[in-house]
């Protein structure tokens, strides 16, 4: 059975930094581009950043661009997103997914305020 566990969300204040984690079981983690998903209240889903099965290659949003960093550890089967210089306009429920078989993690809440 696929499953896709974040972890890392809470409260942060505008310009501090979370990271968020992804646990993969029950598939080839090491095999499948993976990717970061928000949702930000009242609006739709939006694709912050995806990276390749081997890390070469990486994607962002223009939104996150230059403060997001994504990554993996093929060994630990995990997908992290280091999040810095965050803005209110992050706030949102962020979903770790495999778009190769339309797997979503749970989401987790990141909420930036003061």
């Known amino acids: 059975q696929v499953q896709l566990v974040e972890s890392g969300g809470g409260l942060v204040q505008p310009g501090g930094s979370l990271k968020l984690s992804c646990a993969a079981s029950g598939f080839t983690f090491g095999t499948y581009w993976m990717y970061w998903v928000r949702q930000a209240p009242g609006k739709g889903l939006e694709c912050l950043s995806g990276i390749s099965s081997t890390s070469k290659t990486t994607y962002y949003a223009d939104s996150v661009k230059g403060r997001f960093t994504i990554s993996r550890d093929n060994t630990k089967n995990t997908l992290l997103l280091q999040m810095n210089s965050l803005e209110s306009e992050d706030t949102a429920v962020y979903y770790c997914?495999?778009?190769?078989?339309?797997?979503w993690g749970q989401g987790i809440q990141v909420t930036v305020s003061s």
């Open positions: 997914f495999r778009r190769a078989r339309g797997d």
